[in-house]
């Protein structure tokens, strides 16, 4: 056997082993088949709302919750009446995931003593992967029923209770602890105190939280107000702050705010309290989900 | 010389035939987890597991994408997304390891065989090196590969608060279903 005989072994028996060993490694094989999927944004905000205000979030199909949200009196309104913890407003809510896209409520609140039912639709989830999209759009829609009893002084229709909330809420989660969101909103009032005062108007809201911990947030929201020059009574536009403890199937939010009321015809169109004046709430809201039935 | 060249041909038509069939592959794998407190029952199933099975060394591969476990309360994947597992900075788990008995296991001839796997698992980015008792099923050519055993959340640095600890059983019961078809 000569020399170059003995070469082409070597070769030939060693191709077959070479070509294996770069396929061998099926550990690197893992990424090749690891399909593209479309990645969706969770948990944007802790709970469905930011502090007073509607966030994308939304009870998924089967899921109940239910809403207690408290409002107390102003803090500079003295130690006679406890800093406000004396008196307060209070709104309960009930609010049912029909598919993971909608959801609906049914909701009362003592001031003015209105009911609100509502929809919150899921537009776009924000998306990375196969399917890209950069924002969660969320519509929400609510009629308000006022159930005060009538002026005698004055005719009273049906139709003037009613009030009307359409609003589009377009949020992202910039990282897993900064998700901000933007919230413009049209309200319509049937019946305004005045005829200064506008039955359609417009705002827009910016929110947003950025979480501390895994199970703690803190949550600010203000809502710029598009008012006619002209107003039966001076209003503000409402800025809140708070924080969010999330534990299992509660979340707590404390919140300190200028607006006493928790619907968008009172804390938007209505709120006369000021922070500069010391016209500050402090309140909360506590809910508790339930699962009336899982998917399989 | 041509007996030689005829051999190395020969071996490496031979070596190519049998190594074409060594490795399996299985996209739809099945692992799920169990927890059953006094308090809480806690269940998630994972179908899309991906997975590789080489025969001829042995060597065994998983990938899990967290995102992909479903649970049948909303609220409890969304937690073991985001506070648990926290997802988006680990989105997967993964497994390299080696049969060990590879020698016991016939994988021509249909039949269930006890199988000794040892390698590293990689869960919320922690690496252990664990060794389970698993069991490998031959039949016509496809292979399922089974295995049940116990996950510590502390190992791998997943933390649970005081308030949750009696929800969570510890260990959890992970269960691995795989069923491996020849790659093609």
Redesign the interface.
């Known amino acids: 056997?000569?020399q170059l005989?003995r070469f082409?072994?070597v070769i030939?028996?060693t191709?077959?082993?070479l070509?294996?060993a770069q396929q061998?490694d099926?550990?690197g094989?893992?990424d090749s088949?690891?399909?593209p999927?479309t990645?969706y944004a969770?948990?944007t905000f802790k709970s469905s709302r930011i502090v007073t205000g509607q966030s994308v979030e939304q009870?998924?199909?089967?899921?109940l919750e239910f809403r207690i949200e408290h409002r107390f009196g102003t803090l500079n309104s003295g130690f006679y009446n406890f800093y406000g913890l004396d008196g307060g407003t209070i709104f309960l809510s009930t609010e049912y995931?029909v598919t993971d896209w909608m959801m609906i409520g049914l909701g009362r609140a003592s001031l003015e003593k209105d009911f609100n039912g509502f929809i919150k639709l899921n537009i776009y989830r924000q998306s990375k992967g196969k399917r890209n999209f950069p924002f969660t759009i969320t519509y929400y829609g609510a009629t308000t029923v006022s159930s005060l009893k009538d002026d005698p002084a004055v005719k009273n229709y049906f139709s003037n209770r009613l009030g009307y909330v359409n609003q589009f809420l377009i949020a992202r989660k910039i990282t897993?602890s900064l998700s901000l969101q933007l919230s413009p909103i049209h309200i319509h009032r049937n019946l305004v105190p005045t005829a200064f005062d506008q039955n359609d108007l417009f705002a827009c809201g910016v929110g947003g939280r950025y979480k501390l911990s895994?199970?703690i947030a803190i949550t600010g929201e203000y809502y710029y107000v598009f008012r006619s020059k002209l107003n039966s009574t001076t209003f503000y536009n409402p800025l809140s702050v708070g924080i969010d403890i999330e534990?299992?199937?509660h979340v707590f939010s404390f919140m300190l705010t200028n607006s006493i009321g928790m619907l968008e015809n009172q804390y938007i169109a209505e709120n006369t309290g000021r922070w500069t004046k010391g016209d500050i709430h402090l309140g909360f809201n506590i809910s508790r989900?339930f699962?009336l039935y899982?998917?399989? | 010389m041509k007996k030689i060249i005829i051999a190395s041909l020969l071996l490496l038509t031979i070596s190519s035939v049998s190594f074409g069939q060594a490795k399996f592959l299985s996209r739809a794998g099945h692992i799920w987890f169990y927890s059953k407190t006094p308090v809480e029952t806690i269940e998630a199933h994972n179908y899309q597991v991906a997975s590789f099975l080489d025969v001829t060394k042995g060597t065994i591969a998983f990938e899990v994408l967290n995102k992909s476990f479903k649970f049948e309360r909303a609220l409890m994947e969304e937690h073991f997304n985001e506070n648990y597992m926290e997802s988006e900075k680990f989105p997967k788990a993964t497994f390299k390891g080696q049969i060990t008995n590879l020698k016991d296991i016939n994988f021509s001839k249909d039949g269930v065989y006890n199988a000794i796997i040892e390698g590293d698992l990689t869960i919320h980015g922690v690496t252990k090196h664990i060794t389970q008792k698993g069991t490998i099923e031959v039949t016509k050519g496809k292979i399922v590969a089974k295995s049940k055993f116990g996950i510590k959340p502390e190992d791998y640095k997943i933390e649970i608060p005081a308030l949750v600890k009696d929800k969570i059983a510890n260990p959890l019961d992970v269960t691995v279903d795989i069923t491996y078809s020849p790659m093609k």
């Open positions: 056997m000569n005989t082409f072994a030939f028996i191709i077959p082993f070509s294996i061998d099926i550990f094989m893992l088949i690891s399909k999927e990645e969770t948990a009870m998924k199909e089967g899921q995931g897993n895994k199970r534990t299992g199937g989900s699962t899982g998917k399989k």
